[in-house]
């Protein structure tokens, strides 16, 4: 079936180094993608989105990466701090159907090491 | 996720009996979602409501799981004779509008704290 999924389920990573998260989608027909980033008992926390007419999005320290070619979908933080130890997940949508159902990846877990 | 407000945030409830879970959109918000969360994995669409309508509950399971979002008031999920299975963490979420692929920002899906069920 169609699917969203991550390539390394954790990263380990030095405070103030730059962090590379990826993803996976198989649904050709997704044209919205968000990652989201969730802390242990809280719920996921809106970080970055881009639409499928786009291949590069920047926000705070966070640049998300699209490449349709290959269904790839990447998160980038720089200078990473241990706040941003956390599991993130990337979630695709397809306008022209269910408007509400995002598909998640299974998450990556990312630990920041001081 | 600010602004989504759900209760309880955490709910025992023992086999059989019923469990109520609530949510309140963001303010301006009139499309509400709701996800459910085993322990490590990611979240599964379950029901897109606006208000009085069900737009799209396919990933409901057909017995024992209703949801509403009245007129007035916050939106219910409702699950009746509640088992095992059924312990999750459940997430609503709101957006203002219908995603809109023309509108660069502001208009995505915001998620609340989460309702944590444990059935025993």
């Known amino acids: 079936g169609e699917s969203v999924g991550l390539h390394l389920p954790t990263l380990s990573v030095q405070e103030g180094d730059n962090s590379i998260i990826n993803c996976a989608y198989s649904?050709?027909?997704?044209?919205?993608f968000i990652w989201y980033k969730q802390e242990s008992g809280k719920g996921p926390q809106f970080i970055i989105d881009?639409?499928?007419?786009?291949d590069k999005r920047q926000g705070q320290r966070v640049t998300v990466l699209l490449n349709k070619t290959v269904k790839h979908l990447s998160l980038q933080i720089a200078a990473t701090q241990p706040g941003d130890s956390a599991v993130y997940f990337c979630?695709?949508?397809?306008?022209?159907?269910?408007?509400?159902?995002?598909?998640f990846g299974k998450g990556t877990k990312l630990s920041v090491k001081p | 996720n600010a602004g989504v407000m759900q209760n309880p945030r955490h709910l025992v409830r023992r086999r059989g009996q019923e469990a109520r879970l609530r949510c309140s959109p963001m303010?301006?918000?009139?499309?509400v979602y709701w996800y459910r969360q085993l322990p490590e994995e990611g979240l599964k669409f379950m029901v897109y409501?606006?208000?009085?309508?069900?737009?799209?509950e396919s990933g409901m399971p057909k017995e024992r799981f209703s949801a509403e979002f009245p007129k007035e008031g916050p939106s219910i999920l409702r699950i009746q004779q509640v088992v095992r299975g059924d312990s999750a963490a459940y997430f609503c979420?709101?957006?203002?509008?219908?995603?809109?692929?023309?509108?660069?920002?502001?208009?995505?899906?915001?998620f609340g704290e989460g309702s944590w069920l444990t059935v025993v």
């Open positions: 409501l606006q208000k009085e309508n069900i737009i799209d």
């Open positions: 303010k301006g918000h009139s499309h």
């Open positions: 979420a709101s957006s203002p509008d219908r995603i809109n692929p023309l509108r660069i920002s502001g208009n995505t899906i915001y």
């Open positions: 881009i639409r499928s007419n786009m």
């Open positions: 649904n050709s027909a997704s044209d919205y």
């Open positions: 979630a695709e949508m397809n306008y022209g159907g269910s408007q509400g159902n995002l598909i």
